[in-house]
């Protein structure tokens, strides 16, 4: 995917951003222990691998200048935001909790400009926070049962 933005040359897969994406990609899969059984693992080990790519993203949009103060703030929401999706670091989690957080991470390591990594600052948290089993989901009304 191209982000066509006024006054920007374009991505550049040689550049030092490109290779830093890269790097800080590789760093958040490898967030979790590698001793880590397949099936279900902690919520605390991905919590690190939401945690370490919203890292990714968060250096990613710090460097716009002009959004400097708002990045910070999405930030601070954001790790705030994701710690209270997992009370309980021990507790496991399913494999498919496991795949999206993957999924996740593997997604922002890919984004490369400044702008976009700001976009998915604002909604990581909430993709995150429905994988990791919080966020507010609502659970469907039933009908009333019969005679009641």
Not at 12 to 36: M, Q
Not at 114 to 122: G, V
């Amino acid at each position: 995917m191209t982000d066509d933005l006024p006054g920007d040359p374009g991505f550049d897969p040689g550049s030092a951003r490109a290779a830093s994406a890269r790097a800080a990609s590789a760093r958040a899969a490898s967030a979790r222990p590698a001793s880590a059984a397949p099936g279900p693992i902690r919520a605390g080990d991905l919590l690190a691998t939401a945690q370490a790519a919203f890292g990714i993203l968060a250096e990613l949009g710090e460097t716009v200048e002009d959004e400097w103060t708002y990045v910070t703030k999405l930030v601070e929401v954001g790790h705030a935001r994701l710690r209270a999706a997992v009370p309980d670091a021990g507790a496991r989690v399913s494999s498919e909790s496991t795949a999206a957080i993957d999924a996740l991470a593997a997604q922002a390591g890919r984004i490369t400009d400044p702008h976009r990594a700001i976009d998915w600052l604002s909604t990581f948290p909430a993709v995150a926070e429905l994988a990791l089993g919080g966020g507010g989901v609502i659970v469907p009304a039933r009908p009333p049962a019969p005679g009641a």
